[in-house]
C-alpha cells in the first residue's frame, strides 16, 4: 500500500474513534449538532433562492428565521386554542365516558383504584381533564426529568440545556457557511473519484431532500385530513387525534394505526354503536389510498421510490436495531441503499465478468 494511502487510512481511524468517544462522553453534542443540521438541510433551499433574487446571505437567513418562527408560533397558537376547545367539550361528556369505561373495569382493579362507583372515575377523570388543561408547563416536566437524568452532575444538566438553546445559533452558522461548507466537500474525494462520487451526492441529495420536505409537508396534509374527517363524524377530541395521526406518520403507517385505534375507541365511548368506530375506520382507509396514490405522489413523488415491502422491512428492522430512532431513520437509509444498489447493478452489468468477455 502506497505511503499516502497509509497516511490516509490512519487519519480516518483517528476521526472515527474520536467521534466514538465524543459520542460515548458528550453524546448530547453530536445530538444537538445533528438537530441543528437537520434543520439547514431544510431551510438552505429558501435561503439559496431570496439570495439569488439578489439579498445577502445574512438577510436571506435571517429573514427564513423569522418566517420560521412566525409560521411555528401561529401553529402552536392555533392548535392550543383547538385543543383548550375540544378539552372543554370533553369535560362535558365525560360522565358518559366514566359509566363506559367502569363497565370494562374488572373489579379488582376498581377496588386498586378506588373507584367503587361510576361518579368516583368521573370525578377522577375530571380533575385529570383539569388537570391536563390548565398546566401546559406541567407537559414538560418528564422531559425535564428526563433531561436530569441523561447528565450525572449539575454542570451537565447546565451545559445540556445550554447546547439545546443553542440549536438556533448553530443553525445560522451552518446556513449562512452552507455553500463554503458544500465547496469543502466536494473538494475532499480524490479527483479520479470526484465525477462518480459526485453524481452519487447529488442522487443522495436529490432522495433525502424529496422525502424529508415531501414527508413532512404530508405529514401536515394528513393532520388537516384526520382532522377535519373526525370532526365531521363527530368525535371528541378529533383535532388532538388528528394532528397526533397527522404528525406521527412522519414514521410511515404508524400515525395511521395509531389514528384508527384512539378515534375508534373515542367513537365507542362517546356513541355506544359500531357504525361511527366504523366511519372512523373508513375515513382513515380513504385517507390512506389518497396518500398512497395521490398525495405522496404529488408531494413526494418518485424520488424514493421504494417498495411497500421494502419499506415495512426497513422499518421494523430500524426499529430493532435503534428503537424509535432508528425507524425514523430507516426509510432515508433504504433510500440511500437503493441508489448505491442501482449504480453496483449498472456497473455489475456493464463488466466484464457480466457479459462474458
Same mark, same amino acid.
Given at each position: 500500500m502506497p505511503r499516502s494511502s497509509k497516511l490516509l487510512l490512519i487519519i480516518l481511524c483517528l476521526l472515527l474513534a474520536a467521534t466514538l468517544l465524543v459520542w460515548i462522553k458528550a453524546g448530547a453534542v453530536l445530538v444537538q449538532l445533528f438537530i441543528a443540521l437537520a434543520l439547514a438541510y431544510l431551510l438552505n433551499p429558501l435561503v439559496n433562492k431570496l439570495e439569488q433574487r439578489g439579498l445577502n446571505r445574512t438577510v436571506s437567513? #435571517? !429573514?427564513?428565521? &423569522? #418566517?420560521?418562527? /412566525?409560521?411555528? &408560533? +401561529? @401553529? !402552536?397558537?392555533? %392548535?392550543?386554542l383547538a385543543v383548550k376547545a375540544e378539552l372543554s367539550k370533553v369535560q362535558l361528556n365525560i360522565p358518559a365516558y366514566a359509566t363506559q369505561i367502569y363497565e370494562l373495569i374488572p373489579p379488582k382493579i376498581k377496588n386498586y383504584l378506588q373507584i367503587d362507583t361510576p361518579e368516583r372515575l368521573s370525578q377522577q377523570l375530571t380533575n385529570l381533564a383539569l388537570a391536563f388543561k390548565g398546566s401546559a408547563l406541567d407537559i414538560a416536566k418528564p422531559i425535564l426529568q428526563w433531561l436530569q437524568q441523561a447528565v450525572s452532575s449539575t454542570v451537565g444538566l447546565i451545559l445540556s440545556l445550554l447546547g439545546y438553546l443553542i440549536i438556533p445559533i448553530y443553525l445560522f452558522y451552518l446556513l449562512a457557511d452552507m455553500p463554503l461548507l458544500t465547496a469543502w466537500l466536494k473538494e475532499l474525494p480524490p479527483l479520479r473519484f470526484r465525477d462518480q462520487l459526485g453524481l452519487l451526492a447529488t442522487e443522495f441529495d436529490e432522495v433525502l431532500s424529496g422525502f424529508v420536505r415531501g414527508q413532512l409537508l404530508v405529514c401536515a396534509i394528513l393532520a388537516v385530513l384526520y382532522s377535519a374527517g373526525l370532526w365531521l363524524i363527530g368525535i371528541d377530541l378529533a383535532v388532538v387525534i388528528g394532528t397526533l395521526s397527522g404528525a406521527a406518520f412522519i414514521i410511515p403507517y404508524l400515525g395511521t394505526m395509531l389514528g384508527i385505534v384512539l378515534s375508534m375507541l373515542m367513537a365507542l365511548l362517546k356513541f355506544h354503536d359500531l357504525l361511527h368506530p366504523l366511519l372512523c375506520l373508513g375515513w382513515f382507509a380513504l385517507v390512506q389510498g389518497l396518500e398512497g396514490t395521490v398525495i405522496t405522489p404529488k408531494v @413526494?413523488?418518485?424520488?424514493?421510490?421504494?417498495?411497500?415491502?421494502?419499506? /415495512?422491512?426497513?422499518? %421494523?428492522?430500524?426499529?430493532?436495531? +435503534?428503537?424509535? &430512532?432508528?425507524? !425514523? !431513520?430507516?426509510?432515508?437509509?433504504?433510500?440511500?441503499?437503493? @441508489? %448505491?444498489a442501482v449504480h453496483l447493478l449498472i456497473y455489475y452489468r456493464s463488466s466484464a465478468f457480466y457479459q462474458g468477455s
Open positions: 437567513v #435571517l !429573514l427564513v428565521f &423569522s #418566517l420560521a418562527l /412566525i409560521g411555528i &408560533s +401561529l @401553529v !402552536l397558537l392555533l %392548535l392550543t @413526494v413523488g418518485d424520488t424514493v421510490g421504494l417498495h411497500p415491502l421494502i419499506a /415495512i422491512v426497513a422499518l %421494523l428492522t430500524g426499529g430493532q436495531l +435503534l428503537g424509535i &430512532s432508528g425507524m !425514523l !431513520l430507516a426509510i432515508p437509509v433504504a433510500a440511500i441503499l437503493k @441508489v %448505491l
